[in-house]
């Protein structure tokens, strides 16, 4: 039996995971071993750890990271507890693999001590691009330490063979979010009202959700977030809590002090994946910088308002509009552009995600050879270096 390490630090990785999770829980050849951390064990987060053991998966291992603000020494510290935690946690077992989505700093530290280790990694989501954050170069050092790769889309698959990782070993499987909104049954909107205490009409709201810019100045994301509230004050609107990457919580002092005093917003430190559909299925619109409002919610038929840097050089469809948050009239205009949107291609859109996925992580591990690996070279031609 092949023993993989399923590492889950936020509700955005799990919710993306669950159904390649399910799939991996259920096969009699694999012991999965999911190991929550960061954001899962926060109170501050919604304690979100306690959405996978509801949907009845048993957690291996508990790694909480008791973080303490969101400054740029807080989350070097976080990065060093989690490293140690884990590398007791592989002293003492032997994993066949790690399955590593994305790019948060958390991952870092759990792809680190796979290397270390001698095991091989699995990377969801590499190849792509966010100019705005230091999550780049943490998902590009995470695609280097990958041993299988599963792209969400063909220009990803191709900036992961760029990178000198062998094409054999990289796979375009789609973005498993949207294999969620595709397939999930949605909560009645009456229902969902009831369940989060709201009052609210459909298509008469927005679902904001907006996270620091983390290369860019928290006098900028500060000066966005009060334009952004500015914009929104005479709206209803549900806002989601942001996560924990630098300067987010500057950010939200200010969006629960908006909250607070205006009974037309309001405000939930997260939602399950199923809730957040639901929700957003229901309104007029996503508007912050979500990398959701790109991938997935285009296919539910919603329209985005992406705002400032974070996504800058992500691969977008049509229903997304993109807008700098530097000055408020442009956001007024912008939102309002919102209901003239109509068509909703999505490029990370394929069939069968979930079970693309699991097919290539069977298929490696009946195959694997260890970490190592060759680089993968390319022909070309650069000028000024010969």
Known sequence: MKKIALITGSRADYGIMKRLIRKLYSN???????????????????????????DGFHIFKKIPLYINGTSSETIISEIAKLSVEL????????????IILGDRYEMLAAAN??????????????????????????????TKMSNLHLASTYEYAKRIVQMGESPD??????????????????????????KLDINLSEKDYYVVLFHPVTLESKDNNIHITDNLL???EEKNCVFIGSNSDTGSREIMDRINSEVESNYKHHLFTSLSTLEYHSLVANS?????????????????????????N???GRTRGSSVIDISGLVKKELDVAISELDKIDTFDNPYQKNNSSELA?????????????????????????????
């Not at 001590?113 to 590499?126: A, D, F, K, L, Q």
């Not at 007029?284 to 400032?308: A, D, F, H, M, R």
């Not at 490696?364 to 060759?374: E, T």
């Open 358 to 386: 699991f097919k290539e992580i069977i298929s490696f591990l009946d195959n694997s050879k260890g970490i190592k690996k060759d680089f993968f070279d390319i022909d070309f031609d650069v000028k000024g270096l010969d």
């Open 310 to 312: 974070r996504q800058e």
């Open 28 to 54: 009699d050849e694999v012991e999965l071993c999911i190991i929550t951390t960061a954001m899962h064990m926060e109170a501050e987060y919604g304690y979100t750890y306690k959405n996978i053991e509801a």
């Open 284 to 308: 007029k619109g996503l508007i912050g910088n979500s990398s959701s409002g790109l991938i997935e919610v285009p296919s539910l038929g919603v329209p985005t308002l992406n705002i400032g």
């Open 169 to 194: 070993r990289v796979f375009n499987i789609g973005a498993m979010g949207v294999e969620n909104v595709l397939t999930e049954d949605f909560i009645g909107f009456q229902d969902l009202c009831t």
């Open 113 to 142: 001590t796979s290397v270390i280790y001698g095991v091989p990694i699995c990377h969801i989501h590499g190849g792509e691009k966010t100019l705005g954050n230091y999550d780049e170069f943490i998902r590009n050092s995470i």
């Open 87 to 98: 590398s007791s946690l592989y002293e003492e077992n032997k994993f066949d693999l790690t």
């Open 230 to 232: 500015s914009a929104l």
